[in-house]
């Protein structure tokens, strides 16, 4: 490979590039503009709202939550870095660039935030680890791409967002909108970029891809599963949360289907049907908070609760 | 890429996923089952309904 690629300089090219990839490179620009300093936030948030005060049964909960998602930050790192390193496009490398940028600080401030909270922070669980370690061992951009951006971020932005609703602690809910601006972004770049990458793939990358997606997926809901008793310690309403989790996938999805000009190939697009058959599985998996079940569905909960911890076993 | 891929870890953590895969369908296809002929579900809640959407993430 020849290295300098001289034609980054030259104007024709520059000219095409910009064409096609200024809202790309405009997440880097905006992501410079909005950076924020997490020491400065985090103390000003402790500061106005009186330190953490949250009961101690809580704060276990909570700590059982956050390590995902600190560990995930750090994955996110990890593989935005890997991103900047490897996208050859220079515009989607400044976006990946910026996204470093902001993981480092999400890291960090979280961090800092969960040793305010006190006590031993949980390891995690299988189902997590698996997720995460599946993604920074990919050596497949695409796969990167798709399931850091467009599924693992959206997933924390969901996270973040039924922390806020439950209002778990205002320390916390104020420190994770300022995440969630950044997270948007991330997701942004997984929208923007991965439909060109998308149509590199040759036909059994595609299919690999398409069984990437359905272990993260299957994956992710055991571990929900797993940990539904934390979520309840906190007053959060799984049910609402999952179906809200859902719409914003397919929210993205829609995006990413608007920036292909063929049909995406190789993500799975929900039908109308199986949004329904989704929504479904969600009432009869995660039932509503308070809500009355028969003796059949309380079986078969049972039942699924003791596979997630088996799963768990087989993957830790 | 980011550490050293374990491959016999990986593929038994792909025969375990595949397996979780197979068991979420199969007690999916049990649960349908069991309410049309058991019943007793609640009422679906209509999709979209106070899942705090309506405040969209700002496009910034
Ligand atoms: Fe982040
Ligand atoms: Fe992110």
Known sequence: MHWPPYKLATRDYLAQAQKKYSRVERIY??????????????????????????????????????????WGELAAWSISADLALQLKTVEAKMAATSQTHDEAR????????????????????????????????????????????????????????????????PVLAELLSYFERDEARHIGLGVLYLPELLEQLTPLQAFRLQL????????????????????????????????????????????????????????????????????????LFFPRAGSHQPQWQRVMLGATNAVAAVGERLLA | MVHKVDIFKNAWRNVVAGGLFAARGLS?????????????????????????????????
Request: proline share 4%.
């Open chain 1, 29 to 70: 620009h905006v992501g410079q503009h909005h950076s924020w300093s997490g020491k400065d936030v985090l103390r000003d948030l402790l500061r106005k709202h009186g330190g953490i005060d949250l009961p101690p049964d809580k704060r276990a909960a909570l700590r059982e939550i956050s390590s995902t998602l600190l």
């Open chain 1, 212 to 283: 990437f997606q359905v272990k993260v997926a299957t994956l992710i809901g055991w571990g929900a599963q797993l940990r539904r008793p934390y979520y309840e310690a906190l007053g959060i309403d799984l049910n609402a949360s999952m179906r809200r989790g859902m719409r914003l996938h397919l929210e993205v999805l829609a995006g990413l289907r608007s920036h292909c000009e063929t049909e995406p190939r190789a993500i799975f697009m929900a039908s109308a049907e199986q949004q329904r058959m989704n929504d479904l599985s969600v009432d």
């Open chain 2, 28 to 60: 999916y296809g049990a649960m349908l089952v069991l309410s049309s002929t058991l019943g007793g579900l609640e009422a679906p809640r209509p999709s979209g309904e106070n899942d705090g959407l309506e405040q969209r993430r700002e496009p910034n």
């Open chain 1, 106 to 169: 999400h890291f960090y401030t979280l961090r800092d935030y969960l040793l305010e909270l006190g006590g031993e922070l949980p390891q995690l669980d299988g189902y997590s680890h698996t997720v995460l370690t599946s993604i920074l061992d990919s050596s497949c951009l695409a796969e990167q791409l798709l399931a850091l951006q467009l599924i693992v971020e959206n997933l924390a932005v969901n996270t973040f967002k039924a922390l806020q609703k439950a209002q778990v602690e």
